[in-house]
């Protein structure tokens, strides 16, 4: 039996791939026209933010003006959600935070409304906000993994980790490679004790592998645990290997359950020397050395690496919650925005006094 219509004929030659292709550009403009009405509502919630500033500056006015303009713009636009008294406060602060219209025109407007609440509640640090506006913007975080992404602080941590790549790679994969690793590691989802020794530590990032990935980042893609390599006869064991799609390289993880101490770079380097000749492509790149350490005095990690002419990076990892506690903030919950854009604006209201 066939799918089609009474009395359609079967597509002539070609019109899958068109269909195909009309598909495509038919989401790409739906896709196009969702962003367009995103930009225009941020900017027009940031236009009114600033109109209350600009107006409570001038003309004295209170805090109680908000409350006021909260019930007549409902009134007069009873379709619309958003004009809580709780949402325009918001307004008032994003306004604040970013005084230039063309940043709002830029990564804070291509974001939703929630995004854009996240950073205002979790940062007070203009800089710090741009970058994980930037950043969403260029890996499709959802507001979810925006608000673990800050409260993981990773772009603090990224790039941070102690390495040779600028003597050791050509550019730009040196540059890639260095924002590839941070320092310090997180591993408190292992559920491990801060006495936890190596072997009990690779057990639980091999177990929780899916969460260890996303903790090392995009483009990783896990080899395996105890990698066999037999060097003339004798057989040695890495810790756990990678590969990652972006530098087109194979990657060392050795973990040190103690301090950093200059000769466990030696023991690495054998790995880089052995997986480069029995296990690497000739089109792949140099192998990268990762040494995850409990803890690692700088100076020696440094002088340690300085003479070393492998891909090598030096980093800390941390089994348990050691960052600060969540921001504090004066405004409304987001919770509260939620309740109101899911039409409950009673409660809202209730909650914002």
């Not at 997180?186 to 057990?203: P, Q, S, T």
């Not at 483009?219 to 990678?242: K, M, N, P, T």
Request: charged content about 25%; hydrophobic content about 40%.
């Amino acid at each position: 039996m066939s799918d089609l219509p009474v009395g359609l004929t079967p597509p002539p030659a070609g019109y899958a791939d068109w269909l195909a292709d009309l598909k495509g550009r038919i989401h790409a403009a739906q896709q196009r026209a969702t962003l367009a009405v995103n930009r225009e509502l941020v900017l027009l919630y940031w236009q009114i933010g600033r109109d209350i500033l600009a107006r409570q500056a001038s003309q004295g006015w209170g805090a109680k003006v908000i409350e006021r303009l909260a019930h007549d713009l409902r009134a007069a636009f009873p379709e619309m959600k958003g004009f809580s008294r709780a949402n325009l406060m918001y307004m008032r602060a994003f306004a604040e935070a970013w005084p230039d219209a063309g940043i709002v025109q830029q990564a804070v407007g291509q974001l939703p409304w929630g995004h854009n609440l996240v950073l205002l509640t979790r940062l007070k640090d203009p800089q710090q906000r741009l970058a994980y506006a930037q950043s969403a913007v260029t890996h499709g975080w959802s507001r979810n993994a925006l608000n673990i992404h800050i409260e993981t602080r990773l772009l603090e941590r990224t790039g941070k980790a102690m390495t040779n790549f600028s003597v050791s790679l050509p550019k730009p994969q040196s540059d890639l490679a260095r924002e590839s690793l941070k320092d310090p590691y997180r591993l408190d989802f292992l559920g491990l004790v801060k006495e936890a020794g190596e072997r009990e530590i690779e057990n639980a990032l091999v177990k929780h592998v899916t969460e260890f990935l996303l903790e090392l980042g995009a483009g990783f893609a896990f080899v395996g645990r105890q990698v066999l390599l037999d060097v003339g006869g004798d057989e040695f064991f890495i810790d756990l290997l990678f590969y990652h799609l972006k530098l087109r390289c194979y990657v060392v993880i050795e973990l040190k359950g103690g301090k950093f101490k200059p000769e466990h770079l030696g023991q690495l380097s054998f790995y880089l020397t052995a997986v480069d000749a029995q296990v690497k492509h000739p089109q792949d790149g140099p192998t990268i050395g990762l040494l995850l350490c409990k803890s690692k005095n700088k100076v020696v990690a440094e002088y340690a690496l300085r003479n070393n002419s492998q891909p090598i990076g030096v980093s800390e990892y941390q089994l348990v919650e050691s960052l600060p506690v969540e921001l504090q903030t004066s405004l409304p919950s987001i919770e509260q925005i939620e309740r109101e854009l899911a039409g409950d604006d009673t409660t809202l209201e209730d909650d914002a006094q």
